[in-house]
């Protein structure tokens, strides 16, 4: 049932003429024909965004520190030994986790109760949909000053005035629950995406199928626990993963709410490795840091990866 | 099937609201005000930072806050005073370039990807979306020392090359599920005709898939307006970008809350206009075209 819904049904269909490919030449000149179009996006990609990746294992050899000129020699593995004693490191690399799946989770589920609520129809809807999506829309260092500001202060932050009556004033949100703080910043930031996308999910689910099961008597949590959920797989699956992708990498909620303090207790790994790079001139070493967290994303990525193609990735292009 | 769904969220319900309207009880009514008031908290920081934009700095201090005040320009004042034009300027220089240098690049090869898909596309398509699954972090130090030497930080086309290779992956994927939204029985029927490849792409496809076009190049624009992190590590007063200006604006004026939401109003303002605008398509930008 799933795989029928969305296909664009395969329009790339019969590959136009070089059935024959009677001379090998011609059909090499055809292939060169067909990639020419492809070739200066595919370079341009490659050399910015490999090449940079490629220096930085290089660079994770070398014993390299900018604030001193001419330090800069080959350690081989040193740079990693420190980056794995550095128990720092290791309390940032759980922050990252806690941070990314955390805020992901949560904005999935606030994201698939929103969008249940959107998939009816009622008066305003679009304005709905409009100031919900809002939030994803605000541009991430302005979000975040308004979080920091005018939403979190011990004093004068809204959140603190509308939680008074409920004894909860003055607590400073900020420097009490820093790993929160940013937190809800970003579940407030993509819990519209979510919404989005679940509510594509939930669009695409064939009315006919829950009006057969509503006349066989089919409760309404039934119908959403048995037709509703498995056709959203995909789409939370997505959200998910595309979240993730995301998330990991935040670095202006941090930077803007906490500066990964107090101590390291907010800082996760894109944070961690800036203020290495920049703050302390430390090329080798968060080189090395960015190594294994490339390493280490590339280990979950093929993974989600795999789940991101099986589901959407193949669509129209089996051929 | 496809075709049907996108756009109009509504298009699977129709005849089966008769059905449902025979017990009209107080149930729709509760969800539509549930709807109305998480919507409307969602929404209100992004009210209230506006809001704030326009009180003085007194009536910005307060406990309890604000909520009627006597509207002033004073502090978009104070923000182009202390000079928000040339960080807008190229902010809005990035965005455009990078923009249009994407779609320059992403639309022949997600052509060359859908409707005379080269071999390996599959290979090709995975290669584009896995670039974006490496974390920026493990890119910047290099980038830096290669950018320090070549004498091109804090120069606009620095940004404007970073934000193109940003883009690049999402724009392809998204050009693609556009192209394949062309029907093949149209191309042969040209073919058939006897026009060219460059006459069937112009007359044929362009039409179609403009507004893929348009829908692409806003989500580019969104991301790239809204980038930081290579802004604040690669640009300073010369080429430095909205967002920018806005970290250096609280560090100077950080007591300043009027002025600082002044600030973030215009930083946030011409991405939130052009989501509004893009709702539909967002989903399809942030998931590479996966999901229409």
Redesign the interface.
Known sequence: MTAT?????A??????ASAGGTTTRSARAE?WV?????L???V??IV??????L??IY?SLQSWNLVRPGSQRFVWFQNYVGVFADSQFRGVALNTIIMTLGSVIIAVVLGLL?AL??N??????G?????????????????A???K???LDP??G?IN?VLSPFGASGTDWVSTYPLASVMAALV?QW???MM??L???L?????DQI?AARMDGAGAWAIFRELTLPHLRR?LE?GIV?GA??L??T??AV??ITQGGPGTASAN??FY??QR??LGFD?GQ??AM??V??IA??IV?TF??RL??R???????E? | ??AT?EDT?????P???E?RRRRPGVG?VL??T???V???G?????L??VL?AFKSENAA?????TLFFSPTLEQFRAVFDAGIGPYLANSVGATAISTALVLV??T??A?????????K??D???????????????????????VNEIRALDNIWTLI??Y??MN??IA?WMMR?FF?????EL?EAA?IDGASLGRTLREVVLPIISPGIFATGLICV?FA??E??FA??LTAANAGT??VF??GF?TSEGLY?AR??AA??L??LP??L???FA?NK??QG??FG???
């Not at chain 1, 304005?127 to 979000?143: D, K, Y």
């Not at chain 1, 589901?311 to 292009?317: H, M, T």
């Not at chain 2, 969602?42 to 992004?46: G, K, L, M, Q, S």
Request: hydrophobic share 55%; no cysteine; aromatic share 14%.
């Open positions: 819904i969305e296909r664009p049904s329009p790339s269909g019969p590959p136009p292939g067909r990639r020419a179009p492809l200066p996006a595919l341009f990609t910015v965004t490999q090449i940079p990746f220096l930085t660079y929103l609520l959107l009816r129809h009622f008066i305003g809807r304005v709905v949909r409009t100031l919900l999506v809002t939030p994803f829309l605000i541009t991430p260092v302005a979000a000053l308004l979080w500001t005018t939403l004093t004068y809204l005035f407030w819990t519209p995406f989005l996308l509510l594509a999910g669009q695409s689910q064939p009315g009006e789409f997505l595309l992708i995301y990991v990498n670095f202006d930077y803007m790994l894109p490795i800036y790079a920049f090329i968060s080189a960015g190594v967290v490339v994303t590339i990525a989600a990866l991101v193609f589901s959407f990735g193949a669509a129209g292009s051929s | 099937m496809a769904i969220p509504t298009t699977t319900a005849q089966r609201v059905g729709p969800l539509t549930l709807a109305w998480v919507a409307i969602f929404f209100f920081p992004v209230w930072m704030t201090y307060t406990d309890p806050p690049l992403a022949p090869a052509f060359a990807l859908s409707l005379r898909p080269v071999e596309t599959q090709v398509l995975f290669f584009f979306i896995s670039t974006k699954m490496l974390p920026v972090v493990a890119a910047i130090v290099p980038i830096y020392v290669v090359v970073l193109t290779a690049l992956p392809v599920s394949l939204e062309v029907p093949g191309l073919s969104i307006w809204n930081f992190f604040v590590n909205v967002p806005l970290v609280i809350w600082l939401s973030a109003t930083a946030a991405v939130v052009a989501g509004w709702q967002l989903v942030l998931s996966a999901v229409k």
